[in-house]
């Protein structure tokens, strides 16, 4: 005769595999934000981005583009004067003229209001922008920059820095 096997699990079974999901679940999932990253390697990427358009903008259009820090934001103007008769230091990029924007491809960044020009990206919730050596990095008709760096700020830690070589304007 043969003796019949049980299927299933037992109750310590059952109850051993439950408190193993409870411990993970309590431990391990909170550490599996899968959004979290994301939105400040996008800035990164948006503020390299930001740049290396604004020394091609200046390049193209034989002028000098300023790219401005303004709290988290930045802000892309050029100068409309002759470019011969300045220097890089003297270059004055206002910010209150649409005719002096410097329209960024895609327009505002999504994490900027509404009413937000195409001039300026801005950072998104728990990314902020810190470090600028100066208040605006200046890229002459040439390519050059004034040079300087942006460090983007995620959880009270640095993720990332971005420089721009003063002699070329290489972004990096």
Do not use: H
Not at 79 to 108: H, K, M, Q, Y
């Amino acid at each position: 005769m043969m003796r019949k096997v049980p299927s299933g699990f037992t109750m310590v079974e059952l109850i051993v595999t439950m408190v193993i999901i409870g411990i993970l679940a309590v431990v391990v999932l909170p550490r599996f934000d899968l959004l979290r990253g994301f939105d400040e390697i996008g800035y990164r990427d948006q503020v390299k981005a930001t740049l290396e358009y604004a020394r091609k903008a200046a390049v193209a259009q034989r002028r000098f583009v300023c790219v401005t820090r303004s709290g988290n934001d930045l802000i892309a103007t050029r100068d409309l004067r002759d470019p011969d008769t300045l220097s890089i230091s003297t270059a004055n990029c206002t910010l209150s003229s649409p005719g002096n924007w410097v329209d960024l491809p895609g327009g505002p960044a999504r994490d900027c209001p509404a009413a937000t020009p195409a001039n300026q990206i801005c950072a998104p919730s728990g990314v902020t922008l810190g470090g600028a050596s100066t208040a605006s990095l200046v890229f002459s008709p040439l390519g050059v920059s004034t040079g300087g760096s942006y460090s983007i700020v995620a959880n009270s830690a640095t993720t990332a820095t971005i420089t721009v070589e003063a002699e070329t304007g290489y972004v990096r």
